[in-house]
């Protein structure tokens, strides 16, 4: 059965009317059209639908839609703040930190809830909590580099 359920999405209170039991994935995807949000493993493997709920990092493919209610769920299109891209968007793209794309938006969303909990990351910090976002690519290298350049600005440091 249908259930109405009210979230904050990336700062504007929504109500979905849906099965609770449907995943996050489908109805930021389906019903609210934020296609940033990918569809890879289905399974939680890849980390590839990661999204925030109240600043913790979910897997949007396992997280039923009622895990939400009442809950700010962040996603990619969430960071983009007046027009201007997250510094973590920014840095990907000055480090090149990504090919195909397909990954780049659970792991700017993983790379976020990193900093989140840890401003000051060593680069076996940002290895340890990215290792459940997977990049088919091979762009870890590049990736790293973005996260560290972030981590640098957030200090105060130069980027």
């Known amino acids: 059965m249908r259930k109405k359920i009210q979230f904050n ?3 504007k209170i929504v ?3 849906s099965f609770p039991d449907r995943m ?3 109805v930021l995807r ?3 059209e934020l296609t940033g949000t990918k569809y890879s493993c289905g399974k939680g493997f890849c980390g590839a639908c990661t999204v925030l709920v109240n600043n913790e990092l979910v897997l949007s493919c ?3 839609l009622k895990e939400a209610e009442g809950k700010k769920v962040l996603t990619i299109e ?3 703040k007046n027009g201007k891209l997250h510094p973590l968007q920014a840095a990907f793209i000055q480090h090149n930190a990504l090919q195909c794309g397909h ?3 659970g792991m700017i969303m993983g790379a976020y809830a990193l900093l989140l909990e840890n401003p000051e990351p060593s680069a076996r910090d940002i290895i ?3 290792e459940g976002n997977l990049c088919r690519c091979g762009s870890y290298n590049r990736i790293i580099q973005a996260i560290q350049t972030v981590a640098r600005a957030i200090r105060g440091g130069t980027s």
């Open 128 to 130: 340890d909590g990215m």
């Open 103 to 105: 990954c780049t938006p």
């Open 24 to 26: 996050l994935l489908w």
């Open 15 to 17: 109500n979905v009317a």
């Open 30 to 32: 389906s019903d609210l």
């Open 78 to 80: 969430g960071l983009k």
């Open 9 to 11: 999405l990336n700062g």
């Open 62 to 64: 396992q997280f039923p």
